[in-house]
């Protein structure tokens, strides 16, 4: 019933933007920290951005300043802008949620979509 549901990737080139998406159900989507992560081939599974359930943001270096994580409590969606793209963002984008610290701990991940940004 909890489903996690990632759109918005593709091919772009250098330079160019995307907007993922990452539709929530089944969950009590107001008490939940959602974060963005990506893996590259070979890499280990990084943290992105997150932003907890009243709008405050953390981002990881090398996306700052080019990445910007929403969320839109009323429609249980959370996205990531993505701008100034380059080659190093090419992953495999994944939505997560986490209940915050006060509740029962829940995580719950989408299945991921993948970015290339190539020429």
């Known amino acids: 019933q909890v489903q996690l549901v990632e759109s918005g990737g593709g091919l772009v080139q250098p330079g160019g933007s995307l907007r993922l998406s990452c539709a929530a159900s089944?969950?009590?989507?107001?008490?939940?920290?959602m974060a963005w992560y990506r893996q590259a081939p070979g890499k280990q599974r990084d943290l992105v951005a997150t932003i907890t359930s009243t709008g405050n943001t953390h981002y990881a270096d090398s996306v700052k300043g080019r990445f910007t994580i929403s969320r839109d409590n009323a429609k249980n969606t959370v996205s990531l802008q993505m701008n100034s793209l380059n080659a190093e963002d090419t992953a495999v984008y994944y939505c997560?949620?986490?209940?915050?610290?006060?509740?029962?701990?829940?995580?719950?991940w989408g299945q991921g979509t993948q970015v290339t940004v190539s020429s």
């Open positions: 089944g969950i009590a989507f107001n008490i939940y920290v």
């Open positions: 997560k949620a986490e209940s915050e610290p006060q509740f029962t701990r829940r995580v719950y």
